[in-house]
């Protein structure tokens, strides 16, 4: 196991529930995943700064994380209502990204988070005006036109956990070549 592996899991105690190591070549890119996003069943579409259009295609994307070589991902499982459940679920988000928070001081400098769902830092995204926070915002693994279902199968986790169940994936690109 990869000692920032190591470290991750410390950090995020036992609020991670499935993750694994992976290489960068094991991360598909792919136009379809973006085409979903301009169906725009969630809105977002054009209207943030980090969501499709507005954070490059997936082809911009591949480039721009191959000097990444390592990742890891990891997904949190949480139970709602049903799937309708729309709030649970938006809950379910925000404990999802507490992991990420307390896994960031942990990362190697240089890292990349790719969560889940769009940027959620601002109420309402400034888009097209200037981002008001360009430090803390953050892109989702689906917004850079990675393949999750790929992702899933490839690292053995699953995609889904049950009826009655959400389950977000992050990924994160490792800076460094741990062995
Ligand atoms: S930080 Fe705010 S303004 Fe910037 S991308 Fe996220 S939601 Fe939009």
Redesign the pocket.
């Given at each position: 196991m990869r000692k920032s592996t190591q470290a991750i899991l410390q950090a995020a105690g036992d609020k991670i529930w499935q993750y694994a190591e992976l290489e960068y070549k094991d991360v598909e890119f792919s136009e379809e995943v973006v085409a979903a996003c301009r169906a725009n069943f969630c809105g977002n579409y054009n209207k943030?700064?980090?969501c499709p259009p507005n954070v490059g295609t997936p082809e911009e994307n591949k480039a721009r994380y191959a000097k990444y070589t390592q990742a890891f991902v990891f997904t949190t499982k949480h139970e709602v209502e049903d799937s309708y459940d729309i709030e649970g679920m938006n809950e379910a988000r925000l404990e999802h990204d507490k992991v990420e928070d307390l896994i960031r001081p942990v990362l190697p400098e240089g890292s990349q988070i790719l969560g889940a769902g769009g940027?959620?830092?601002?109420k309402?995204?400034?888009?097209p005006e200037p981002?008001?926070?360009?430090e803390?915002?953050?892109t989702s693994v689906e917004a850079c036109g990675i393949n999750v279902v790929s992702l899933a199968k490839k690292t053995k986790i699953n995609y889904t956990n049950g009826e009655n169940t959400v389950t977000y994936f992050t990924l994160v690109f490792l800076n460094g070549n741990e062995s």
């Open positions: 943030s700064w980090k940027c959620n830092v601002c309402k995204c400034a888009f981002c008001r926070f360009p803390k915002a953050k």
